[in-house]
Structure formats: C-alpha cells, structure tokens
C-alpha cells in the first residue's frame, strides 16, 4: 500500500509527465513532415500539365523532389529510430517466399544442386550427361 501511494505522489509533482509532451509534439511533427513529403511527390505527377516552359518544370519537379526528401528524412529524424522502426514494421511486411534463413538458396544447373565446394570455386560445370550431344 505504502508504494502504490509514493506513485501517486510521484506522479502528482509538478513537472512529471513534462517527458511525454516533447515527445508528443515530436511525434506529430515527424508525421506532419511525412505527410507534406507525400503531398509533395504526388503533386510532382500535376507538374507536366503547368503551362510553363519544359526547362520551368524540370527545375519545379527538381526542387519539389528535393523538398520532399528533405521533409521525409527530417521526419524520421523527429520520430526517431524506435518509432520508424514501427511504421515500418506496420506497413512493410516480409514477403513468405524469403531464403533461407542460411542465406540464398542453392545453386542448381541443369535441375542438379551443386555442391558448396564447387558453387565457391566458380567452375561448377554441367555433369557430361547433361550435355547436349548436338553439339
């Protein structure tokens, strides 16, 4: 009972959850700055239809570009590793058809597996049967 009320009483002082309010507004100023990198290279696909010269939208969808990449990457660094981990995690998932957790898959040549040894030399050749006898 008596540290259920040192958490209350910790919890009351002035200035204890004043940790949670920084990171809040960075949180939505990451987020805010993904969307504006999102609004940025959709509007990139309107540029072409400006009645302005080629050279004028080239340098617009140039800078548009650069913009966005810079509120993209300006985001992430406001939401920071943890939190772009998660959106990644959420959004990007792993495809099934992964090798194997060893590496890549084995080397096959004419529907065979090649052994390791030979796959790392470089000079893994068709055995003889496997060759066409036109030739």
């Known amino acids: 009972m008596e540290d259920r009320r040192l958490e209350i009483v910790k919890a009351s002082e002035p200035g204890a959850g004043a940790t949670d309010q920084p990171r809040r507004w960075r949180i939505r100023a990451g987020l805010g700055?993904?969307?504006?990198?999102c609004i940025l290279w959709t509007a990139v696909l309107g540029v072409p239809f400006l009645p302005v010269s080629g050279t004028a939208k080239w340098w617009t969808v140039l800078v548009m570009l650069v913009v966005a990449e810079?509120?993209?990457f300006?985001?992430?660094a406001l939401l920071g590793p943890e939190?772009?981990?998660?959106?990644?995690?959420?959004?990007w998932r792993k495809r099934k058809t992964d090798p194997a957790p060893g590496g890549a898959?084995?080397?096959?040549?004419a529907g065979h597996e090649v052994p390791d040894n030979v796959a790392d030399r470089?000079?893994?050749q068709p055995h003889k049967e496997h060759v066409d006898p036109a030739t």
């Open 33 to 37: 700055a993904w969307g504006i990198s």
């Open 70 to 72: 810079v509120f993209f």
């Open 74 to 76: 300006g985001g992430a």
């Open 83 to 91: 939190m772009v981990r998660k959106i990644k995690a959420r959004f």
């Open 105 to 109: 898959p084995p080397l096959e040549i």
């Open 122 to 124: 470089g000079d893994a």
